[in-house]
């Protein structure tokens, strides 16, 4: 347990389905990110929030909205989604995102849209 | 434009043999350098991390990472590896944007020979 949790650890959804991914640290730290993380590709930063406020947004399609209601908590809303976007889901937090502190990450959410 | 590059996408190493992944990045000024690994099916662990001082870097799980910035590399060593050891190891570099942010290699997978 590393002190970030995600849940559900895996998911499989219709193309039509309305589905969230939760996210939640303990760990006091003020930063939250979403990443996505497909086969033999980098590491693909979608959402950042610093205090409770987005300060990224990679370009990311509207069909993926992220909610961030205090802190510990961060949601990824997902609709409509299509077969490319399955992949592993990561959240992490960091101290600071203007700091160098590296981050703490979840053990990821692995979606499944068919 | 910043990039990191991890060369070899697989590495096949027999058990008790030393080990060593490269890394190599673009950044025009001086890197914050990490080190994560990524078990099957779980998130990502920081190793170690390289921001300023002594350029050999001493990790968790008996890693180690020397950064050569004449070579623009930050090599990650290991002087006998285990079976656990197999995972997915990924490089990133720490950068200053608008926001704070790193930049991920696409990972280099770890096999483990007995």
């Known amino acids: 347990e590393t002190g970030v949790t995600q849940t559900p650890r895996h998911l499989v959804m219709g193309m039509t389905n309305k589905k969230s991914l939760k996210c939640e640290q303990h760990?006091?730290?003020?930063?939250m990110y979403w990443y996505k993380q497909s086969a033999k590709k980098p590491l693909e930063l979608m959402f950042v929030?610093?205090?409770?406020?987005?300060?990224e947004n990679n370009s990311v399609p509207s069909r993926f909205s992220p909610e961030c209601p205090n802190s510990s908590h961060l949601f990824l809303h997902l609709h409509t989604l299509q077969p490319e976007d399955s992949a592993l889901y990561l959240c992490?937090?960091?101290?600071?995102?203007?700091?160098?502190?590296?981050?703490?990450f979840g053990s990821g959410t692995r979606l499944t849209v068919v | 434009a910043q990039s990191v590059t991890q060369p070899d996408i697989h590495i096949t190493v027999s058990e008790g043999a030393s080990l060593e992944l490269r890394c190599n990045y673009s950044?025009?000024?001086?890197?914050?350098l990490f080190w994560y690994v990524q078990s099957p099916g779980q998130g990502l662990q920081l190793l170690l991390k390289?921001?300023?001082?002594d350029t050999l870097v001493q990790g968790i799980k008996g890693f180690e990472a020397e950064f050569k910035r004449s070579q623009s590399s930050f090599n990650l060593r290991k002087p006998s590896v285990h079976w656990s050891d197999a995972a997915e190891y990924f490089c990133?570099?720490?950068?200053?944007?608008?926001?704070?942010?790193?930049?991920w290699g696409a990972g280099t997978k770890l096999i483990i020979k007995p």
């Open positions: 992490a937090s960091s101290q600071d995102p203007t700091e160098n502190y590296g981050y703490t």
């Open positions: 760990l006091g730290h003020n930063a």
């Open positions: 929030y610093n205090f409770k406020e987005q300060t």
């Open positions: 950044y025009g000024a001086t890197p914050y």
């Open positions: 390289y921001f300023s001082g």
């Open positions: 990133a570099v720490g950068v200053m944007d608008s926001n704070y942010q790193l930049i």
